[in-house]
């Protein structure tokens, strides 16, 4: 399940905390391992010592919780911890929002765009002011009918059974959508989410979010306090990487909870 190995690109912003805060409820929830990092230059012995200043901050925040604090050099932050994700055997990278953006909402820095267009690992992102709840109440996947995000129904599916938490399916339904075909689209991965878990019929639900774009369809559907977002990647992603596409960018950006993107073919 997504959340073995935590990853959290820490920096020394609200962004940064927020991210080490929501990787950290992560592994409370999972039981899994949570590595920090900082990415700095290479060949610069003064900025090698300034991200490990940086982790003595980050590990005052995670206080007693044990993590594996990480210098590690880069040319960019986003190179630095995909590299770092795949030496390490994470499975998740967790970064935040920059700052001045949007209370409750996702911002995309550089630093997660590049993740989310090449990344090896599933890519979670931070709202900007987000305080992670006590439980995790829902998980919700933003489906359409093709491969990759039947793979995210599944991993959903099971994640949700570990943790013993519903599954929402939610749908895009923007202007003259064809609202009869997306339910009984909506009907099939519900279908294969109860088949792929020991989840209840009742535990999973099928909503559609209907609007003239994608900010007005999410503004007019339910969110839960405890909700994390899943999407997969785009078709054009290459294997085993990210890829997000415009319209799940446009998802992100609206969305009012975590957002996790799954590399093409996760297992």
Not at 31 to 58: F, I, K, M, N
Not at 168 to 175: F, P, V
Request: aromatic share 2%.
């Amino acid at each position: 399940m997504i959340g073995e190995h935590v990853l959290a690109g820490y920096a020394p912003d609200a962004g940064g905390r927020e991210a080490l805060g929501l990787a950290r409820a992560i592994i409370a929830l999972t039981g899994g391992r949570l590595s920090v990092a900082t990415v700095h230059p290479p060949d610069l012995p003064a900025a090698a010592g300034e991200a490990h200043a940086l982790l003595e901050q980050a590990a005052d925040q995670l206080g007693e919780h044990p993590a594996e604090l990480i210098a590690q050099e880069g040319r960019s932050v986003s190179r630095g911890l995909s590299v770092l994700a795949s030496r390490i055997g994470a499975d998740l990278i967790v970064v935040g929002s920059p700052e001045g953006g949007t209370r409750g909402r996702i911002g995309v820095s550089a630093t997660a765009d590049h993740l989310l267009h090449s990344a090896t690992a599933a890519v979670m992102l931070t709202p900007s002011g987000y305080t992670p709840p006590a439980d995790l109440n829902r998980i919700t996947v933003m489906y359409v009918r093709r491969p990759q995000c039947d793979d995210a129904v599944v991993r959903a599916a099971q994640a949700a059974d570990i943790l013993d938490v519903p599954l929402r399916l939610l749908t895009l339904a923007l202007g003259d959508a064809p609202l009869e075909r997306l339910r009984d689209d909506l009907a099939l991965a519900i279908r294969l989410a109860v088949d792929s878990a020991e989840l209840l019929p009742e535990d999973v639900t099928g909503d559609l979010a209907e609007g003239d774009d994608v900010a007005e369809a999410l503004a007019d559907t339910d969110w839960s306090d405890g909700e994390i977002l899943v999407c997969a990647s785009s078709e054009d992603a290459a294997a085993h990487r990210v890829f997000l596409g415009e319209v799940a960018l446009k998802v992100l950006r609206a969305a009012p909870c975590p957002a996790t993107v799954l590399p093409r073919g996760y297992y």
